[in-house]
């Protein structure tokens, strides 16, 4: 016996709409079941994961922070993965961007210029680094799977020669660390005594921008042609070439970005680890957000959610924060099956014939 | 294959199918009863659900309601492979063959385990000798022409002895020899009990080699007919339900100075199987229809991709439109000097498949007033593509519909609809009526008059001669990527057209013969 999916012929928008919501009950399920296995109570793991994040005031700052650089980056990568290009290293551009910055930070002292040319920086940082499998790709037709990956090590391994080395802390006690920014090369906060920073904010702006060149502008539509129809698109004048170099750039930017503003924002100084894999973990928001900019940023929430809920488990139930990244993945497939779900239907197939 | 079922009763039934898709029934209870060894044609205008129907006879597609009797026993049919075991063997219209393997590899990938290449290659001697499909087993597919093609994959079909073999539209690819050759076949294969269902636009055809024919209208079937008793006018009507007229030429075109200038063109393949262009010279005046001949695959989206700009040439002045030299200038630049293509493949090149149809204006975006400063204009584009809907009687499920979701001729009018709505002043257009039912292919056709009669240039690359003798004020063959000398039409006869598409003219005219 085999089955096989065969499309829907109607999709009924009701079945659309309920299925993110029972995707989430049904990896909250199997989530339990994962944590009862392994000897505690599901309802207390429910009760520090997620109730308890989401009514703590201090914690729900700490979620805008964390769900911060996800949203940022994975609305980038939604721009390249609504052309069909597969950008997977968002990590290294993210790492090259704070570098970038920081390098400006570390060499001035001081000037209000100092923090917006940071930022600029940061972009570039990330956008140029993002260049370099796009140019790989349609210079020499080298898979930008592979070339953006590799290079993540190579901005990791950068980093981590840089905060050895030349941009140690001659007085960090021989950490490896570089020297805490000083406040005009720190992105200020939201509000006083917050801990969100402005960083928030520029996600914000990004998820708006994003909506609408997406869905209103010529750019946005030439995007998904070369995703869903890549000859259409080139019949359409679109080529390939510049769609490519453009959509890395924009991912590798606002990737960048995020780099720049979680260093400044967040952590004030440069170290050898400045991301628990945002730049990986994004990639699912992206997709747990369908591609969509309000998509991703719920789905960025829920995944900060989780790395929160995950470190509060760690503490307090004793559960490894492995279970974390398991949990992100149960949930990005439980949403990518409902969604094939709705729109497909699984048959059984015996073999010579019958149903 | 020779076994007449003996009770007499018809080898496959069907009874009340019917297929719907949301609000649209593209199948509506259709009885239709094929005996041993008949040729059953099967008719209908664009989108009257006769791929659906036969979908759903060969497995592929699962019906909302009715039945299938295989010689009297109910049978459920959820697979292709299910019903190539009970003995039904279909060619789709278009081939699924790997062009780097050989004929009789690709023979033995589509068959089952206890098939190994000597066998198939044995059989495959047999067979070709007895129907005459002559195949050599260790050529590589992409040598091959579009009738050797379809060649291998009926006799893909013919090594499991089907008892029912469907072909959908098979003669759209083929030249009037090989189509010639293709009946031959069939008659043989009818004569030896195997029975065959039809599907076809041309009504000539299917008059010289069916004895029943069905034929449908908005998912049902209207009649049941002789069509060897019937003209061919008389089926056509019955198909759309009022009689077709002939394409109005009305006035003579009267040329108006040059359009399309093309001047020592020529191009590299593209890809392996590409064909290279040789030193094309062609012009195409206002207020003319240039028509260009020729077998599938010698040259001819070669030519359409550097007449659109697709790819560009390496000299500016290889091809001029309106007057500028434009051989290295983009696709978009063209249409802004009022150019407009319509290329072959509607699905994935002409249109997106899963964007609605105001999506699809936006493919054209650089000529029509879809977008402002870069922002889409989204009202405007809902309107145009009703607007395109209108004028050309394409039929849609709904409103709005994602372009896959139309048959293949309602689609066809909608790209040309898209381009010619805007009165180009250059229409290049690749195959426009292909598979086409006949009551589109002349509101086509007549567009294409029409719109030369107002002063534009169109070219029409087609491998319909009857279409180009009809439409045609000059025209041209290209073979092996080179164009024979363009002559009027009234200096062709469809003899030498056909000698020259096959690369065997020794006239005159024709300089380039090979
Ligand atoms: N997947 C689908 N969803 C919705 N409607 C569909 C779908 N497939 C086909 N249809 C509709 O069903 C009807 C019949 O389509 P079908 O392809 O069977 O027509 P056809 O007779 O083969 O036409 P043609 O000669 O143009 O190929 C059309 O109106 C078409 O729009
Ligand atoms: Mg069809």
Redesign the interface.
């Known amino acids: 016996m085999r089955f096989e999916l065969t499309p829907r012929p109607t999709i009924s928008p009701v079945a659309r709409a309920l299925a993110p919501v029972l995707a989430f009950v049904t990896a909250f399920l199997i989530a339990g079941v994962v944590v009862w296995l392994m000897g505690r109570s599901p309802i207390a793991a429910f009760q520090v994961y997620v109730l308890q994040p989401l009514s703590d005031p201090w914690a729900l700052q700490e979620l805008l922070v964390k769900a911060t650089p996800l949203a940022l980056i994975a609305i980038g990568l939604s721009y390249c993965f609504r052309a069909n290009f597969w950008n997977i290293g968002a990590e290294g551009q993210y790492v090259i961007g704070a570098l970038l910055g920081s390098w400006l930070a570390l060499k001035t002292h001081g000037g209000f210029w100092v923090m917006p040319a940071m930022l600029v920086l940061g972009i570039l940082g990330g956008a140029l680094y993002g260049l370099i499998p796009a140019f790989l790709k349609t210079r020499f037709g080298v898979n930008e799977i592979l070339t953006s990956l590799m290079l993540v090590y190579v901005a990791q391994l950068l980093l981590d020669y840089l905060v050895r080395g030349p941009w140690r802390d001659p007085k960090g006690f021989n950490f490896p660390q570089s020297v805490t920014f000083d406040p005009a090369a720190t992105l200020p906060l939201v509000a006083d005594g917050s801990r969100v920073h402005y960083g928030t904010i520029f996600a914000l702006v990004a998820v708006i921008v994003t909506a609408i060149v997406l869905g209103r502008t010529l750019f946005g539509y030439r995007l998904k042609l070369t995703g869903d129809a890549p000859r259409a698109a080139r019949f359409a004048g679109f080529s390939a070439k510049h769609t490519t170099l453009a959509v890395f750039a924009i991912s590798g930017g606002l990737a960048g970005l995020a780099g720049i503003s979680e260093v400044s924002g967040q952590i004030g100084q440069l170290q050898p680890s400045i991301s628990p894999g945002y730049g990986f973990t994004a990639i699912t928001v992206a997709f747990l957000g369908r591609l969509n900019p309000i998509g991703i940023l719920v789905a960025s929430l829920v995944v900060a959610l989780t790395f929160i809920g995950g470190e509060s488990a760690q503490i307090l139930l004793k559960l490894p924060l492995d279970l974390t990244q398991a949990f992100q993945g149960i949930l990005l497939l439980c949403v990518l099956s409902a969604d094939a779900l709705v729109s497909h239907r699984i048959r059984f197939i015996t073999r010579g014939g019958g149903k | 294959m020779a076994d007449v079922s003996p009770s007499g009763s018809p080898l496959v039934e069907l009874k009340g199918i019917s297929k719907?898709?949301?609000d649209l029934l593209a199948n509506d209870g259709i009885n239709l009863a094929i005996q041993p060894g008949e040729i059953h044609a099967l008719l209908g205008e664009n989108g009257a659900g006769k791929s659906t129907l036969v979908k759903i006879l060969y497995g592929v597609i699962?019906p909302s309601a009715g039945q299938i009797l295989w010689e009297g026993r109910p049978?459920?049919?959820?697979?292709p492979v299910?019903a190539r075991?009970l003995g039904l063997g279909m060619v789709f219209q278009h081939f699924s063959l790997f062009d780097e393997l050989t004929v009789a590899e690709n023979i033995a990938v589509a068959l089952t385990d206890d098939w190994d290449l000597a066998t198939v290659r044995s059989k495959l001697g047999d067979i070709s000798r007895a129907y005459g499909l002559a195949l050599e087993p260790d050529r590589a597919v992409w040598t091959l022409s579009a009738g050797e093609r379809q060649r291998i994959e009926i006799v893909r079909c013919l090594l499991q002895n089907p008892r029912l073999l469907i072909l959908d539209e098979p003669t759209s690819v083929l030249t009037p020899q090989e189509a010639e050759h293709l009946f031959v076949t069939l008659d043989k294969l009818s004569a030896d009990g195997c029975a065959i269902l039809y599907i076809s636009h041309k009504l000539e055809e299917v008059r010289r080699l069916c004895r029943s024919a069905t034929i449908l209208r908005g998912g049902r079937v209207v009649a049941s007919i002789d069509p060897r008793e019937r003209s061919a006018r008389d089926i056509a009507a019955l198909m759309v339900g009022n009689e077709i007229g002939e394409v109005r030429t009305g006035t003579p075109h009267v040329p108006k100075g040059a359009m399309l200038t093309v001047s020592k063109l020529s191009m590299p393949a593209g890809g392996l199987h590409g064909q290279a262009l040789e030193d094309i010279n062609l012009v195409a005046n206002a207020g003319e229809i240039v028509g260009i001949a020729g077998i599938a695959g010698n040259g001819q989206s070669e030519l359409f991709a550097a007449l659109?700009g697709?790819r560009l040439a390496d000299k500016a002045d290889a091809v001029v439109i309106a007057g500028k030299t434009c051989g290295t200038i983009?696709?978009?630049n063209r249409?802004r000097l009022g150019a407009a293509?319509v290329?072959e493949?509607r699905l994935?090149?002409?249109?997106?498949?899963?964007?609605r149809l105001s999506?699809n204006t936006?493919?054209?975006?650089?000529a029509t007033e879809v977008?402002r400063s870069?922002?889409?204009l989204?009202n405007a584009a809902r309107r145009l593509a009703t607007a395109i809907i209108k004028a050309f009687d394409v039929r849609t499920p709904n409103g709005d519909p994602q372009a896959r979701k139309l048959s293949g001729g309602n689609l066809q009018k909608f790209v040309i609809g898209r381009e010619i709505i805007r009165q180009p002043k250059l229409l290049i257009v690749d195959q426009p009526t292909w598979g086409v039912d006949a009551g589109a292919a002349r509101l086509i056709r007549q567009a294409l008059v029409d719109l030369a009669g107002e002063g534009s240039a169109v070219v029409v690359i087609s491998q319909d001669l009857d279409e180009l003798f009809e439409v045609a004020d000059r025209m041209a063959v290209i073979h092996q990527g080179r164009l024979s000398a363009v002559k009027p039409v009234n200096e062709w006869t469809k003899e030498a057209v056909g000698l020259e598409m096959l690369g065997i003219a020794q006239t005159q005219g024709a300089v380039h013969a090979v």
């Open positions: 719907r898709y949301g699962e049978v459920s049919l959820s697979s299910e075991a659109s697709e983009d696709i978009d249409r293509f290329p493949e994935g090149h002409a249109a997106a498949p899963t964007h999506e936006l493919i054209s975006h650089a977008s870069g922002f889409i989204l």
